[in-house]
């Protein structure tokens, strides 16, 4: 389990990598809102996605994925865009860990 307070994959990431951070964070966007979706390099979209700040690895996942949901219905754009929050540990795309309906 990666708990390291720093980035160790070699990156050199100061607030949140990728490959080091615990917890990754799905924004499910609402119908009509796919100006705000990210366009990949072969021009399809898909929804944002958020990786915890590697000072975070060492709480427990649900403190993690609170402070995370907290931060997303604080943000100005996606606060009101989000349907739904899907949280998988990072490495692992199949199965998520926690569910939020917003």
């Known amino acids: 389990m990666r708990t390291a307070k720093n980035c160790t994959c070699g990156r050199s990431k100061k607030v949140y990598c990728p490959n080091c951070s615990r917890i990754r964070m799905?924004?499910?966007?609402?119908?009509?809102h796919d100006n705000l979706k990210l366009t990949a390099a072969n021009g399809n979209k898909y929804n944002p996605v958020w990786y915890n700040f590697l000072k975070d690895n060492r709480k427990d996942m649900g403190t993690i994925c609170k402070k995370m949901e907290e931060k997303v219905r604080l943000h100005?754009?996606?606060g009101q865009a989000a349907n739904v929050l899907l949280f998988y540990l990072t490495g692992n795309r199949s199965n998520y860990i926690h569910k939020v309906q917003l």
């Open 26 to 32: 799905i924004i499910c966007l609402k119908n009509g």
């Open 76 to 78: 100005p754009e996606y």
